[in-house]
């Protein structure tokens, strides 16, 4: 019992932790662990991660996604994106997609986190913030996965990218984009910029 709550006066309200994370505190681990969920101290999620709920005036906060994805990587190299954030761009889509993006360095695949699915998606070269640019480009590279008619997309690509800065854009295009991409956004300026490096 005096182990259990020494474990407990670890853990911090709002935490999210892996099962090698509360080894530190614990021998018993899995049989702490279990208690504490028993309790409802803990919340377990899938593949190992356990949450300790903060408390608001309006209930129980749930974790957001930075701390599930950090915990669950043990990294905080990652970008979280989604297909959604490409109805911010002005190109007059408006399809909700219940996706949510991990560009990453470790992980590749869907997983469940919690009652949240995230498709991880292995890239070694990828922006630390999100930006206009970088969101342009990422639609381009993801096209086909669309439900929206890709023409008209096209066509509005077009036109906003030409109301863009243009080295932000060619630069990110040439750092992000797949070669398909890269050609798309260099023909649309007539500067003779070929963007050849593979993504």
């Known amino acids: 019992m005096r182990r259990l709550k020494q474990l407990k006066r ?6 999210v932790y892996r099962r090698s994370d509360l080894e530190k505190w614990s021998k018993s681990v899995d049989r702490h662990a279990r208690q504490l969920v028993e309790e409802g101290v803990l919340k377990k999620l ?41 109805n ?3 190109l007059g889509t408006t399809q ?9 360095q470790k992980r590749h695949g869907q997983f469940k986190l919690g009652n949240r699915t ?9 922006p630390k913030k999100l930006s206009s640019e970088f969101l342009l480009v990422d639609l381009m590279n993801n096209l086909k996965a669309l ?3 890709h023409e008209q997309i096209k066509t509005r690509v077009k036109s ?10 060619l630069s990110n295009a040439e750092k992000y984009g797949k070669v398909s991409t890269k050609k798309f956004f260099s023909s649309l300026f007539g500067n003779g910029t070929t963007l050849t490096n593979v993504a």
């Not at 190992?48 to 930075?66: C, I, Q, W």
């Not at 909700?96 to 990453?104: A, C, H, Q, R, S």
């Not at 906003?160 to 854009?169: G, P, V």
């Open 10 to 15: 670890n853990l911090k309200p709002g935490n």
């Open 46 to 86: 899938q593949n190992g991660l356990y949450y300790y709920p903060k408390e608001s005036t309006f209930g129980e906060v749930p974790p957001t996604d930075r701390q599930l994805v950090s915990t669950f990587l043990k990294d905080d190299n990652f970008l979280l994106t989604s297909p959604n954030m490409y």
């Open 88 to 90: 911010a761009l002005g």
């Open 96 to 104: 909700l997609y219940n996706t949510t993006t991990v560009y990453n």
């Open 118 to 126: 995230y498709d991880f998606q292995r890239k070694y070269n990828f």
């Open 147 to 149: 439900v929206e008619d």
């Open 160 to 169: 906003r990218a030409l109301n863009m800065d243009s080295k932000k854009l």
